[in-house]
């Protein structure tokens, strides 16, 4: 008789092994050096970037090296700016006194990467949409604008998960076979994802799998107001 391990078992068994993992001198090093990169790593929206930048704060090259070379705590204070889809972020290195500073400054003020969006970002009346302070045109007579107004011109709605047949229903494109019922969606969602990452800098923004559509989930507290 083949016995089956129930899933509290597996858990268990699973952690046992994790924890046997960790004590792995290489394992716990290299935890230890992650924890210590992010410890380091400070981000702050593109305005407070500016205002830091023009007080002259930054590590030169030759204060870097010295520090580092002294074993000096030096932190990396970044930032992505609005308006760009540009994937390089904008970064300055920093002593351990001014980063605990900025640490201090920004306490508990959320510094998003994206801004966030008022309202629905779909117009249906101007047929644009509006991520990442940027707007696109949407042409009104094609199923991608029939695909905003379903999960972006209802602010309501927005992060709601959808079931594919649902939107098939609404779009008018009754489809029976499950496999092109995917398919279809598929190909009008890929190269609307691939626009709106090179337009407004957004990658992967709406999540399709083989039984409903949704925005990307990362995006829903990110950008838009939920």
């Not at 792995?24 to 407070?48: E, G, R, S, T, W």
């Not at 998003?112 to 779909?122: N, T």
């Not at 707007?135 to 999960?151: A, G, H, M, P, Y």
């Amino acid at each position: 008789m083949v016995s089956t391990m129930s899933e509290s078992e597996l858990m268990k068994k699973l952690q046992r092994r994790m924890d046997e993992e960790m004590k792995d001198p290489v394992i716990k090093a290299q935890i230890a050096a992650l924890k210590n990169y992010f410890k380091h790593l400070i981000y702050i929206q593109p305005k407070l970037y500016e205002v830091l930048v023009s007080l002259n704060i930054a590590l030169t090259a030759k204060e870097e090296r010295n520090a580092r070379k002294e074993n000096k705590e030096i932190f990396t204070v970044y930032t992505k700016l609005d308006h760009t889809t540009q994937k390089n972020l904008l970064s300055m290195k920093v002593n351990r006194k001014t980063g605990l500073a900025i640490k201090t400054l920004i306490g508990s003020e959320s510094q998003r990467m994206f801004p966030k969006v008022e309202g629905a970002p779909f117009n249906v009346i101007y047929s644009t949409l509006t991520l990442n302070n940027m707007t696109i045109d949407i042409s009104r007579d094609s199923n991608r604008f029939k695909l905003c107004e379903i999960l972006l011109a209802d602010e309501e709605d927005i992060g709601r998960v959808w079931n594919i047949d649902e939107v098939l229903e609404i779009m008018g494109n009754p489809i029976e076979n499950d496999r092109a019922k995917y398919e279809f969606l598929y190909g009008l969602v890929k190269p609307f994802n691939e626009r709106i990452e090179k337009q407004l800098g957004i990658p992967k923004f709406i999540d399709l799998n083989y039984t409903s559509v949704t925005i990307n989930p990362v995006y829903i507290h990110a950008i838009l107001k939920k």
